[in-house]
């Protein structure tokens, strides 16, 4: 026998146990309660002439029928919820931006997008497929200033669960997540004018 099997058989054997000790309770509980009841519904059953009975099993069908066989009016066309459109990554970006004031995890996500961004944008200088996704950005070229530069490593190569949030009695510290994403935009943006030259 498998483990399971004796699992189950000592379970089986257990309720069996139980069952013996409790059959006195069991009954009175359960079984005379549904005893009483059963006979109740005979009494009822048999003290109904049975034209009434007749009456409600036709109406029952007769609902059941017309319910189901008339046509079906819809209704629910006109309290159908309008379809929202899908988030363009513009849009997704802009909803980001407002929420950093937040927290890191925002902030996290407009950092990535924008690394993501660099890293086609050297990709397309140097000719190959953006494949890598990990590691360090460098290309021709790519000279970022200090901010900026950890600001997109941070994006790209670390989590925002690297920048934990301060309890409300810490003072919050400092993180590459904190500069000035626009700074960084435009700097991309004059790269871009750069690769195209």
């Known amino acids: 026998m498998t483990r399971r099997q004796l699992i189950l058989a000592g379970m089986f054997l257990s309720a069996l146990v139980v069952a013996f000790f409790l059959r006195d309770v069991v009954e009175r509980a359960l079984i005379l309660p549904l005893a009483y009841l059963w006979w109740l519904l005979g009494v009822y059953y048999s003290v109904l002439p049975q034209f009434i009975l007749w009456i409600l099993l036709v109406a029952v069908v007769a609902i059941s029928a017309i319910t189901t066989l008339t046509p079906r009016f819809e209704t629910r066309a006109r309290f159908r919820p309008p379809l929202i459109p899908p988030k363009g990554q513009i849009k997704e970006t802009v909803e980001w931006l407002e929420k950093s004031q937040g927290g890191n995890y925002y902030k996290w996500l407009v950092a990535n997008r924008l690394g993501r961004i660099a890293r086609e944008i050297l990709s397309q200088r140097e000719g190959r497929l953006t494949g890598k996704m990990f590691g360090h950005l460098e290309g021709r070229d790519w000279n970022p200033p200090r901010n900026v ?13 690297d920048y934990p949030r301060p309890r409300f009695w810490q003072t919050p510290k400092p993180t590459p997540l904190d500069a000035d994403p626009k700074q960084v935009i435009e700097y991309l943006e004059d790269e871009m004018k750069t690769g195209n030259k």
């Not at 530069?149 to 669960?161: I, P, R, T, V, W």
């Open 149 to 161: 530069d950890d600001y997109l490593e941070s994006g790209l190569n670390k989590s925002f669960a």
